[in-house]
């Protein structure tokens, strides 16, 4: 089961954090747990993929975050949503009753693309190591747009290497149940 857990990352500019957006989340959440990442967070430990975040924080601040998104939710499990996004009802809990779920991107605009910005897991997630660890194989993940190299696209192409194992999907929401660690 993933845990109760939100995860918010903002790295960059703190000042344009938009807490009234994270607090939509706390507030519709009573009971769940939160943990904001930002810079302290990002400079102050050991990622496996520090080297790719250190080369990505000159160029999109956004990649970072996708990076920290995966290492994040490996380590403690839970659900990592954009930080700008707003919460307009509380999640269905049955949502946490499976090792992995994610979004679609847009359904409409970009057909197909998972959003990364959208996702939960349980801890110790071995798809999520897996993401981490083909990022870490890279030799830079800078060549080309960050929601290629570490976030959207990079998810999508995961997942789709899975297309011999059943997932349940409904309109925007697709909960991988293929993806657990038995």
Same mark, same amino acid.
């Given at each position: ?20 957006? *994270? ?21 102050? &430990?050991?990622? =496996?993929?520090? &080297? ?25 499990? /839970? ?8 919460? $307009? ?40 190591? /897996? =993401? *981490? ?20 696209? &990079? ?8 297309? $011999? ?7 925007? *929401?697709? %909960?991988?149940?293929? =993806? %657990?660690?038995?």
């Amino acid at each position: 089961m993933i845990p109760k857990t939100f995860h918010f990352i903002w790295v960059g500019d703190e000042s344009r954090r938009p807490d009234n957006c *994270i607090e939509t989340w706390r507030k519709a959440h009573p009971d769940w747990g939160f943990r904001l990442w930002g810079n302290a967070d990002l400079d102050g &430990r050991a990622w =496996i993929n520090k &080297r790719h975040m250190d080369a990505m924080r000159e160029r999109e601040w956004n990649g970072v975050a996708d990076m920290l998104r995966w290492e994040i939710l490996y380590e403690h499990g /839970g659900i990592v949503f954009d930080a700008d996004s707003v919460c $307009t009802r509380p999640l269905d809990e049955d949502l946490l009753d499976c090792p992995a779920f994610a979004c679609w991107e847009s359904e409409i605009a970009r057909p197909g693309l998972i959003a990364a910005g959208y996702f939960g897991c349980q801890q110790g997630n071995p798809f999520v190591k /897996g =993401i *981490i660890d083909a990022i870490a194989a890279q030799a830079s993940v800078v060549e080309d747009m960050a929601w290629k190299t570490v976030g959207p696209l &990079r998810l999508t192409e995961a997942i789709a290497a899975l297309a $011999t194992r059943p997932c349940a999907s409904t309109p925007a *929401i697709t %909960s991988f149940r293929a =993806i %657990s660690p038995a």
